[in-house]
Antibody
Framework: QVQLVQSGAEVKKPGSSVKVSCKAS????????ISWVRQAPGQGLEWMGG????????NYAQKFQGRVTITADESTTTAYMELSSLRSEDTALYFC??????????????WGQGTLVTVSS | DIQMTQSPSTLSASVGDRVTITCRAS??????LAWYQQKPGKAPNLLIY???TLQSGVPSRFSGSGSGTEFTLTISSLQPDDFATYYC?????????FGQGTKLEIK
């Protein structure tokens, strides 16, 4: 059974960066995409980008290009999402999710528990 | 980007009711559509993928249909555990976009 366990809640100042981790266990890590999806308070779901660990490149939503970096460490089966230049609108619950299919174009069958990132001065 | 529009935004229903939620895509996504259930503070749970395929472990009262630009999620007989928010998601092309959600409330 695949499990995704995320790092704990963060409180950050505007203009700073945050890095959230997502530790995978069970199943194959390298060949399935791990995506990051965020949800602002009371709002819907927003896909930010993803990575297929066995490849070196990531796939980002245009909205977050230049501000988000998604990486993966195959040796520890952990994916990371770093978001920079934080602003109050980035306050949200951030989820990692595994693609059910082999490539980026996929629905998501396993999800982390979510990491709350609060941006406040 | 492909826009996904769900209707209604809120739906009030009773245990035992049959309910339908609609999701429309701004362009054809063939059958690359998923449905999720989400409860407050929890991660979404995959119910349906490829428009009509039931995810393993999901009760058979959930069903999906549609192709192209119009899709529906139907719950045949509402159970107390079904009161939640439902999202559709297209994975035809990046960025993978979600509908705004449909909150299913107890009448």
């Amino acid at each position: 059974q695949v499990q995704l366990v995320q790092s704990g809640a963060e409180v950050k100042k505007p203009g700073s960066s945050v890095k959230v981790s997502c530790k995978a266990s069970g199943g194959s890590f390298s060949s399935y995409a791990i995506s990051w999806v965020r949800q602002a308070p009371g709002q819907g779901l927003e896909w930010m980008g993803g990575i297929i660990p066995m490849f070196t490149s990531s796939n980002y939503a245009q909205k977050f290009q230049g501000r988000v970096t998604i990486t993966a460490d195959e040796s520890t089966t952990t994916a990371y999402m770093e978001l920079s230049s934080l602003r109050s609108e980035d306050t949200a619950l951030y989820f990692c999710a595994r693609g059910r299919l082999g490539g980026y174009d996929s629905d998501f069958d396993y999800w982390g528990q979510g990491t709350l990132v609060t941006v406040s001065s | 980007d492909i826009q996904m529009t769900q209707s209604p935004s809120t739906l009030s229903a009773s245990v035992g009711d049959r309910v339908t939620i609609t999701c429309r895509a701004s362009q054809s996504i063939t059958s690359w559509l998923a449905w999720y259930q989400q409860k407050p503070g929890k991660a979404p749970n995959l119910l349906i993928y490829k428009a009509s395929t039931l995810q393993s472990g999901v009760p058979s009262r959930f069903s999906g249909s549609g192709s192209g630009t119009e899709f529906t999620l139907t719950i045949s007989s509402l159970q107390p555990d079904d009161f939640a928010t439902y999202y559709c998601q297209q994975y035809n092309s990046s960025p993978y976009t979600f509908g705004q959600g449909t909150k299913l409330e107890i009448k």
